[in-house]
């Protein structure tokens, strides 16, 4: 078929040896086309775009050596026109001369027929083979580039506050293998994950998807960080074959219990940073990357840090850490500190980080990818209070006759060792939006549940004393007491009810949280919150206080044992 | 060779030693080492001592060998590796799961 006929180009000065080897092309259906010197032979070759070059050494003009340069130059590595000489000069010099000059072969006079013929075939062989590799390459190269796309349209631009949290991300292959993702939680705290696939390219993002999908989902429901991290391992326990898993850190920063939980599974050194640039604490690895084992390991925890407000959290994937220089050294954890020390007094980080590295490795190849966040530890909270909706300055009259009988109504009572393992609020809210579907308002109604069962959790049913939070090691060592009690925990219950009234224009919710605990003296301690509040940064009182705010009214009765909360909202119009 | 691979019969040992860099262009000689291997009650000694270089594929491959050493009821060590390689399998808390000394 014409279409498919290939094109040879001869140059020769001899119009004999072009004659000759003219036949011998064509009875291999080759259409051929000459040139009689070597300049002339490179411009037919611009013009023309064979698929195969016979070149001759000696000719007038420009010589073969030269013009089969020109010649490679120009096709680079985009095509390959494999390209002979075909010569008299038997020497090891015509030879030699002929593959430095870009050459793919040298047959030397006189040959048979039938040897040309062979290598013709061999050659066009190798350069089939060529074009092979170079459809695949940049086959592999769209599949790449649609991942990418993917990965910063679909996944991360839907990442929350872009604009506070700063971010460092450069892909060693087009696309990267580490992930970068936020998502506020319903109570108003912040979940970052940053993660490390293995490997890089395509491989390497098959987990992407499920990972983004679980902790936005999982976040939003109101799951712990701990819950997350637990279920992203199963997931990918089951997902990945055993050779890829995914090195993270997650962190959980809340500004109103003013603490940040944090666990690094197989990622560098996490860092929390004060508004000096000074390390506050380093987060080590604790935990094998996500994806290997079954379930996490036993004794798998989060830690918990006290943060002040100005103090920021940074994570790295080890490609910063890595990234090498051309006489091979790293760029290692000293140069990557302090250029954040630096980065933090300047007010700019990433653009620092991203300086030193580049002046570090002057133009080397990036072996591996790149990638930092750095979250500040404060103003999460404005989001969820800012959010609260307008409570109805007064009720209808049609209100009135509805509210004597709620809708549906809800119970659950958690005993014993049962407090331990089950964490209620996932559940609750999931009924809340099976039964009257999702909304806005139930992130409020979210943190109204989560703090008053903590609440009747830990003050009352563990009797834990909030005073423990003022001590120098504050939240870290109640969290720790709390956990030792946890597990010691055999008795007790809390009875979670909740009633839903719907109003005309809204509805309202009222929860009722009682706990087999001791009580408290309800007057004084809403005195003492109230004095903290206004007077210092205390810990304690900050989560009721925020209940109060977003709650229509908020009552302590049965010595402190009882409590109700009434939320009232309305549906925005 | 940048991976070799010996079968001591009576130690029962299978000792695998990984030149200087253990990456992803190792993959398949690494597998060949063991992939053919279904004696049980066999202990693989993993040598990095003369590695300097590992990347995470290497990890990943190093748990496919312990896939197929769990498989046929042997043991993995290890053995020497380098300071660079030792963080690196510290970050990976590697020590969690297999004997390293």
Redo the contacts between chains.
Sequence with gaps: MANNQKLALIVDDSKTQCKILTKLLEEEHYSVIEANDGSSGVQKYISHKPDLVLMDINMPIMDGFEAARQIKKLSGTKDLAPLIFITSMDTDQAFIDSVDSGGDGILVRPFSPNVFKAKIKSIQRISNLYQQVKTLQQEQQQDAELAEKMMSEVIESRNFALDRVQVIKKAATIFSGDIQLTALCPNGAIHVLLGDFTGHGLRSSIGAIPVTETFRAMTRKGFSLFEIVAQLNKQLNHLLPADLFFAASFVCISDHEKSAYILNAGLPDGYLFNDKGQIRKRFESSHPPLGILRELLPDAKVEVVDIDLSDSVVFISDGIIEARNEQGELFGVERFENAATEGIIDNNLVSTVNERLEVFCLGVPQEDDISLVAIPCHGWIKEVINNKPVIPESLNEQDFNQQSTPTWSWHLHLTGKLLRTVNPIPMIMSQINDIEGAGEHWHNLYTILTELFINSLDHGVLGLSSSLKKSPEGFSQYFNERTSRLNKLDSGFVLISLKYFPLSEGGKMVVNIKDSGKGFNILKVMKSNTEQLATSNDLSGRGIELVNQLCDTLEYIEEGTSVTASYVWHNKS | MTVNSSLHSVSNQLVISIDERFD?SLHQQFRDCYSQVHQKGLEYILDLSKTKYM???A???I??LK?HVEMYASTLTIQNPSETVSKIL?????H??MTIK
């Design positions: 992803f990347d995470s594929s990890l990943g491959m748990l496919l896939d510290e970050i990976a808390q590697f969690r799961l």
